[in-house]
């Protein structure tokens, strides 16, 4: 997510072919190499997409998965793998923050394995409708389950026209790392005073081009920010992130491997974090959480792989979506799950209007 937000960064954990919204899934032989898939073991999906790991996953071992996506396009897509694979295949449709609640609906207690492939799809970004590329004319959407999904809300378009100057300042600072989010916010909020409010993608890409200007040489567009900060925003992308990493922690059994793999830093340092407290890696404390009353649990993790893996030169000039990816994986121990607490010191803005 260098830039998970913009078309040539994000991948599709999707299928080999090649099209609109069909691309190579990332890392896949590094997932399949932590995920270690055997005859009779289950496995969640949780960013099913275009059904690239599932796929994978089903075709290295006699295993069942539990597929989990948010986009009722994406469920709707996948009912002929589901019928290719039947029985070994469910898939939901759902935010992966609950796949503790899916799973044990599906009559799965435990789990033996878990991936994440996190972020927008290129299935989204290849769709102008679905309002996510800014180099495509669409709605000013954003909304990863789709304006009638059953998890949808606010529109990126809502935001822009109800949010007060500051709060859309806040918004692209904290989620886009825009420096310039204080200009930007003034001129959304001057367009929609004047001429009413940004309807579509298009619209706001040349508003943001028009405030920050293009350098010469520079591939990246001036709005890929912007664009990222709302997405994530209008998804709470980071809030179900950690909901994710929790419930896993809660549903993998011990010896259970959970593989995430991440294409931009917020993501990237709420796992590392997640991870290295999990891991019996503490933190120094946090002002809700000082280290004299930390009550330190016993691991509920063990680390695979201390530093991410990325992409090698070969899969990044196939796939030059995947060069920002990194993997983190983790295994299980028998400890218990760490009990709810403030999880304040993953630096996880928390933005709400």
């Known amino acids: 997510m260098t830039d998970g937000g913009a078309p040539q960064d994000r991948p599709a954990g999707g299928s080999s072919q090649e099209g609109p919204g069909r691309h190579i899934p990332v890392l896949l032989a590094e997932v399949l190499a932590h995920l270690k898939p055997v005859d009779g073991e289950i496995y969640v999906d949780g960013t099913f997409g275009a059904g690239g790991y599932t796929r994978a996953l089903l075709e290295a071992a006699q295993c069942n998965v539990l597929a989990i996506d948010r986009d009722r396009d994406a469920i709707a897509d996948g009912i002929d793998m589901v019928l290719d694979y039947a029985p070994r295949l469910d898939l939901f449709e759902g935010c992966f923050s609950d796949m503790v609640q899916i799973a044990h609906g599906a009559g799965a207690e435990l789990v033996d394995g878990i991936v994440l492939d996190i972020g927008v799809s290129s299935m989204h970004l290849d769709q102008g409708a679905r309002g ?17 999904g059953q998890h949808g809300g606010p529109s990126a378009a809502d935001v822009l026209a109800s949010a007060e100057e500051a709060e859309i300042a806040d918004i692209l600072y904290y989620l886009g ?8 916010a003034r001129a959304i909020v001057k367009r929609r005073e004047e001429e009413g409010p940004l309807a579509t993608t298009l619209e706001l890409a040349g508003l943001v081009a028009k405030v920050l200007g293009h350098k010469r040489g520079d591939p990246k567009h001036p709005a890929t920010r912007t664009f990222q900060a709302l997405r994530i925003y209008v998804n709470d992308e980071l809030g179900e992130l950690l909901g994710a990493l929790q419930a896993g922690e809660a549903l993998l059994k011990p010896g259970g491997r959970l593989v995430v793999v991440t294409f931009h830093s917020l993501e990237d340092r709420i796992v590392k974090k997640f991870f290295a407290a999990r891991c019996g890696k503490h933190s120094q404390g946090s002002r809700h959480h000082p280290p004299e009353n930390i009550q330190l649990s016993p691991p509920s993790f063990q680390f695979v792989n201390r530093r991410p893996v990325s992409p090698n030169k070969t899969e990044t000039q196939v796939n030059p979506r995947a060069r920002s990816a990194k993997l983190r994986a983790v295994t299980r121990t028998d400890a218990p799950a760490w ?7 993953l630096a996880i803005p928390r933005l709400t209007l």
Do not use: N, Y
């Not at 996510?132 to 009638?148: E, N």
């Not at 009990?339 to 010191?345: G, W, Y």
């Open 339 to 345: 009990s709810a607490r403030d999880e304040d010191d």
């Open 177 to 184: 790392e825009e420096r310039r989010s204080r200009a930007i």
């Open 132 to 148: 996510f590329s800014f180099q495509k004319d669409g709605p000013l959407d954003m909304r990863m389950s789709g304006d009638k």
